[in-house]
């Protein structure tokens, strides 16, 4: 079907009841942005799930880049997104307003150059992401590790996501995922394709342009209105049944799995990426930092499980805005949160 059917044969679903969640904060964003989201009826109930890795991220990961920004000598470089998101305390803004050394970068090869820069200051990276990012981390390791770079250190908040989606589709109450396109380049479709088995529920990838996410979303439905279980590539054009397997094997070679802990989720067994053999030389500590002291008045971790949608949240568009968060999903271009108030949309 044409990209004009797919609208139309979505608008006029009268199936049963589907309630789906799409995983990726990117397609979270592409959903409104595209006008797909708006056009769903009543029927399909569309759930934003924890696909942005700044908002599943605990504060006590933030609470220790805080510390490292207060402290003499050390200097904390984060993507941008990162800053705003509050830890127990304060966040690395707040941190900064305090005369504590924060700053973000576009490209996280810029901070060598700022480090080679200031030779008698430590910089703590934070490396926050999913399969996506985690090869251009484990690539600037590998780098900071060869070249003997001293004063570069990484705060890891690495996660994988298929652990993560496994726990959301045993509880049952979710009829089929929109899996993540871009992991789903380096993990392959084949991880999905068992997690669907496993799970016995529906998985589609997706793409990310209007066409590419109609054609997901209208498989979806149609799958799980037929209660057919199993996955389905509707991005076959970059997701191979492998995925990037020079990409795996670098992370293969750079981090050792480990328990992590997701907000709204507890701790996933051997969901994060931790800095292995001679490359924990250059790890700031990212071991044990489980506490999450979620902020008075922040549902995000219901708001990322799919338990809470962002406009029924208290806080939402009143004590929680984009300007003054009272949680990560508030602050990232990629929560939930975010994107339903800067787009309008009744999520």
């Known amino acids: 079907m044409k990209e004009r059917e797919l609208a139309q044969w979505l608008r006029s679903y009268d199936g049963r009841p589907l309630k789906l969640m799409e995983v990726c904060g990117t397609h979270t964003a592409a959903l409104y942005r595209s006008g797909i989201r708006q056009m769903l009826p009543p029927s399909i109930t569309l759930l934003s799930g924890p696909g942005c890795p700044v908002c599943v991220t605990p504060t006590a990961y933030i609470d220790r880049l805080v510390e490292y920004a207060l402290t003499e000598n050390c200097k904390v470089l984060s993507f941008g997104d990162m800053l705003g998101v509050p830890g127990s305390r304060m ?151 492998r995925g990037n397997e020079q990409a795996r094997a670098l992370l293969r070679e750079v981090f050792s799995p480990g328990n992590a802990v997701w907000r709204g989720l507890g701790s996933i067994e051997e969901s994060g990426l931790y800095l292995a053999g001679p490359y924990k030389e250059l790890d700031a500590g990212s071991s044990g930092l489980t506490d999450d002291a979620v902020p008075r008045g922040c549902c995000c971790g219901q708001v990322l499980t799919g338990r809470l949608a962002p406009v029924r949240c208290p806080s939402f568009g009143k004590a929680c805005t984009p300007e003054h968060p009272v949680g990560a999903c508030m602050v990232s271009s990629e929560g939930a949160c975010c994107v339903t108030y800067r787009e309008g949309g009744p999520a």
């Open 91 to 241: 966040s690395l803004a707040g941190a900064r307003d305090r005369g504590g050394r924060a700053d973000f970068f576009y490209n996280p090869e810029d901070a060598l150059d700022m480090a080679a820069a200031e030779p008698g200051m430590t910089f703590i990276l934070a490396a926050v992401g999913f399969e996506t990012t985690a090869p251009v981390w484990a690539s600037l390791v590998q780098r900071v590790y060869r070249e003997k770079i001293r004063n570069v250190r990484f705060l890891t908040a690495l996660k994988t996501m298929p652990r993560a989606i496994r726990l959301l589709a045993v509880r049952g109450d979710i009829d089929g995922f929109l899996c993540p396109g871009h992991v789903a380049v380096i993990t392959g479709s084949d991880a999905y394709r068992e997690l669907a088995a496993v799970c016995g529920t529906t998985m589609v990838i997706g793409g990310f342009t209007p066409p590419l996410l109609l054609r997901a979303l209208v498989r979806l439905v149609l799958q799980c209105a037929k209660g057919t279980e199993g996955l389905w590539n509707e991005y076959p054009a970059v997701v191979r049944p």
